[in-house]
C-alpha cells in the first residue's frame, strides 16, 4: 500500500519534470542546429509520450477499481484526445523534418511542439487531483 | 549538457532510487538517444494509442 502511493507521488513528479523539460526544450530548439533540433524534438515528444502513457495507465487502473467516475473517464478522453491528435501532427512534422531540413518545416515543428506542451499541461492538470488520490 | 537537463536527471535518477518506476527508466533511455533515426521517430507513433485504448475502448 505505501509503495503504491509512492508509485502514484512519483508519477505526479514525473509529469512535473515532463513539462519542465517540454518548456527546457521547446526553449532551446528555436537557436540549435538541424540534429540538436532533431535530438530535441524527440526527447521532448517522448517524455510527453512517456506522461501519457503514466497518467493513462493510472487513470484506467482507477477506474478499474471505481475510484474514478464515467464523467472523470469521459473528460480525461475528451484532453486525452486533443493531445493525442497534437502528438502524432508534431511526430509527423519530425519525422518530415529530419528528412528534409526545411525552415518551414521547422518552424511548424516548433509550433506543433508547444502545442504538444499546452496540451499535455492541460490534460495532466485535469487529471493530477485523481491521480494524487490514488 | 546544460544545467536543466543536467538538474532533470539527478532528479530522474533520484526517483528511480526511490521507486524504480518504468516510466522514468523510459525517459532515461529516450534521452540517451542523441541521433535519433527515421525508424526512432517513426517508432514515437507506437507509444500514445488512443486515449479509449487504456479503458478498453
Given at each position: 500500500?505505501m509503495?503504491m502511493?509512492?508509485q502514484?507521488?512519483?508519477?505526479?513528479?514525473?509529469?512535473?519534470?515532463?513539462?519542465?523539460?517540454?518548456?527546457?526544450?521547446?526553449?532551446?530548439?528555436?537557436?540549435?542546429?538541424?540534429?540538436?533540433?532533431?535530438?530535441?524534438g524527440?526527447?521532448?515528444?517522448?517524455t510527453?509520450?512517456?506522461?501519457?502513457?503514466?497518467?493513462?495507465?493510472?487513470?484506467?487502473?482507477?477506474?478499474?477499481?471505481?475510484?474514478?467516475?464515467?464523467d472523470?473517464?469521459?473528460?480525461?478522453?475528451?484532453y486525452?484526445?486533443?493531445?493525442?491528435?497534437?502528438?502524432?501532427?508534431?511526430v509527423?512534422?519530425l519525422?518530415s523534418?529530419?528528412?528534409?531540413?526545411?525552415?518551414?518545416?521547422?518552424?511548424?515543428?516548433?509550433?506543433?511542439?508547444?502545442?504538444?506542451?499546452?496540451?499535455?499541461?492541460?490534460?495532466?492538470?485535469?487529471?493530477?487531483?485523481?491521480l494524487?488520490?490514488? | 549538457?546544460?544545467?536543466?537537463?543536467?538538474?532533470?536527471?539527478?532528479?530522474?535518477?533520484?526517483?528511480?532510487?526511490?521507486?524504480?518506476?518504468?516510466?522514468?527508466?523510459?525517459?532515461?533511455?529516450?534521452?540517451?538517444?542523441?541521433?535519433?533515426?527515421?525508424?526512432?521517430?517513426e517508432?514515437?507513433?507506437?507509444?500514445?494509442?488512443?486515449?479509449?485504448?487504456?479503458?478498453?475502448?
Open positions: 500500500m509503495r502511493r509512492k502514484k507521488q512519483a508519477i505526479g513528479i514525473l509529469m512535473v519534470f515532463a513539462l519542465m523539460l517540454f518548456i527546457a526544450q521547446g526553449c532551446a530548439t528555436v537557436q540549435n542546429n538541424h540534429n540538436q533540433i532533431v535530438a530535441g524527440y526527447k521532448t515528444l517522448a510527453a509520450a512517456t506522461a501519457y502513457e503514466s497518467a493513462f495507465g493510472a487513470l484506467a487502473d482507477l477506474y478499474k477499481q471505481g475510484l474514478v467516475s464515467e472523470i473517464k469521459a473528460k480525461s478522453i475528451e486525452g484526445t486533443h493531445f493525442w491528435s497534437a502528438y502524432h501532427t508534431a509527423e512534422l519525422a523534418y529530419a528528412k528534409t531540413s526545411d525552415a518551414a518545416d521547422e518552424a511548424k515543428l516548433n509550433i506543433a511542439i508547444i502545442e504538444v506542451s499546452k496540451l499535455l499541461g492541460v490534460f495532466l492538470e485535469y487529471a493530477g487531483p485523481y494524487a488520490k490514488k | 549538457m546544460n544545467e536543466t537537463t543536467a538538474a532533470f536527471l539527478v532528479a530522474l535518477i533520484t526517483l528511480v532510487t526511490k521507486y524504480g518506476i518504468p516510466g522514468v527508466i523510459q525517459i532515461l533511455q529516450d534521452w540517451k538517444v542523441d541521433n535519433p533515426t527515421i525508424e526512432d521517430i517508432a514515437l507513433k507506437l507509444r500514445v494509442p488512443r486515449p479509449e485504448t487504456y479503458f478498453g475502448g
